[in-house]
């Protein structure tokens, strides 16, 4: 359960648009947003960058549920992140996007998954390929948890993980909206193997193509041989 009741974010009603009043904003340590859903239309706001970085240090990170208020009115309303944008050099945020949230209404969100435990298939030689590091849940604001926990220890080389295998982890209520197929983890061959491979490979096919015209020209002298 990540909902807070203490974590309040204040923010402020945000009329001028365009690139120019979104600068400005940026400069004054005020982050663009806007807040959709709920049964209600969009509404443009500004909110403390700092604030927002408070938030996700919470253990939930960007799917705490908390209370939005809007500053100078008495309309608060509970509310998490659906997206943030952050400017790759700087990594200050350039937008984001919140979502109200209504009671027994199902929510989709991105779920981070953690590798636990020592693999036995490192042990041997293999490497972990960590390919979906993050999940996206339906899930009921109620039954929101922080990460979810892929367990590699018994995977050798070769093995890997899929969704299906973090099913037992979800509220019952709750669902993937991935491919139940789709691989979160794989031990791997190292690289430097497969790559002497393939090297073995090519020289023993060079090798093919140059013995090719020996034996060609073998037969044409034995022929002439046989003329005379």
């Not at 648009?17 to 600068?23: L, P, T």
């Not at 220890?153 to 019952?172: R, Y």
Request: glycine letters at 8%; hydrophobic letters at 35%.
């Amino acid at each position: 359960m990540t909902e807070n009741k203490d974590i309040v974010i204040q923010v402020e009603p945000r009329e001028a648009q365009g690139s120019g009043a979104s600068g400005k904003l940026r400069r004054e340590g005020m982050v663009p947003a806007v807040v959709y859903g709920g049964g209600k239309p969009p509404v443009t706001i500004s909110v403390d960058e700092l604030s927002v970085r408070e938030l996700l240090k919470q253990e939930a990170g960007e799917n705490t549920i908390f209370l939005l208020k809007l500053k100078g009115t008495d309309e608060e309303r509970q509310a998490m992140i659906r997206e943030l944008q952050k400017n790759p050099i700087s990594g200050r945020f350039v937008h984001i996007d919140f979502i109200r949230i209504t009671r027994g209404q199902k929510l989709h969100v991105k779920i981070p998954v953690e590798l636990i435990g020592d693999c036995v298939g490192v042990r041997h030689g293999g490497r972990v390929d960590f390919v979906s590091r993050e999940l996206e849940v339906e899930i009921l604001p109620r039954e929101m948890f922080s990460q979810l926990e892929c367990d590699v220890s018994n995977l050798e080389i070769g093995e890997h993980v899929t969704v299906a295998d973090l099913a037992d982890q979800l509220p019952e209520s709750a669902a993937f909206l991935e491919d139940e197929n789709r691989v979160v983890v794989v031990v791997e061959v190292p690289r430097i193997e497969v790559e002497e491979e393939e090297e073995v490979e090519d020289e023993e096919l060079v090798i093919g193509e140059a013995e090719e015209p020996e034996v060609i020209g073998k037969g044409k002298t034995e022929e002439a041989e046989e003329d005379e």
